[in-house]
């Protein structure tokens, strides 16, 4: 099976020891390191780009509760809240 392609914000995320990533379409993305928000030196996704893989790793019943969002957060478990989930609006 293909490794989703939203899997390389997760990866950029363990190496910058990144508890969360912030996006939204069209702006730059931003990682939680040590409680602050730092901006990603990445370029600005559009929602035809993000939306996709974002949806990549979503349930049916995921994409119909969050498929309007505009903005996304993406936690990784190892540090987000216990219970919380890994994706959040």
């Known amino acids: 099976m293909d490794m989703a392609k939203i899997d390389a914000f997760f990866k950029v995320m363990a190496e910058q020891d990144a508890s969360t990533?912030?996006?939204?379409?069209?702006?730059?993305?931003?990682?939680?390191?040590q409680g602050s928000l730092k901006k990603v030196e990445y370029q600005p996704l559009m929602d035809e780009v993000l939306r996709p893989?974002?949806?990549?790793?979503?349930?049916?019943?995921?994409?119909?509760?969050?498929?309007?969002?505009?903005?996304?957060?993406?936690?990784?478990?190892?540090?987000?809240?216990?219970?919380?989930?890994?994706?959040?609006?």
């Open 21 to 33: 990533c912030i996006c939204q379409p069209g702006r730059s993305h931003c990682f939680r390191l």
């Open 53 to 89: 893989m974002l949806y990549e790793i979503l349930t049916e019943g995921q994409i119909d509760r969050f498929g309007g969002r505009t903005i996304w957060t993406l936690a990784t478990r190892r540090k987000a809240s216990p219970g919380s989930a890994p994706i959040t609006t």
